[in-house]
């Protein structure tokens, strides 16, 4: 099943996704306008602490950011500057 939206049909697990990161991205909006001055530095504080703390650990250190194509040319290039 999918959802009309606009012009394109979009399955619902994707369309949820979408939702939340409209919310997410509302949210920190809201959170920099709320702050002013330093609407800026409050929203890199909140998301250096509640996001990226963890994720260093896990999605960055484990390269999981990466999509397969990238991540193979990662390899590669690594493979080449080793063979050097």
Do not use: H
Request: charged share 25%; with cysteine; aromatic share 12%.
């Amino acid at each position: 099943q999918s959802l009309e939206y606009g012009s394109l049909n979009i399955d619902p697990g994707r369309r949820r996704r979408q939702i939340l990161a409209d919310c997410f991205e509302a949210f920190l909006a809201a959170l920099y306008l709320d702050r002013q001055p330093v609407g800026f530095a409050t929203v890199k504080v909140f998301t250096s602490t509640m996001l990226f703390s963890s994720l260093a650990r896990t999605m960055i250190a484990g390269q999981r950011w990466m999509d397969p194509k990238n991540r193979l040319q990662y390899c590669l290039d690594e493979f080449n500057a080793q063979s050097e």
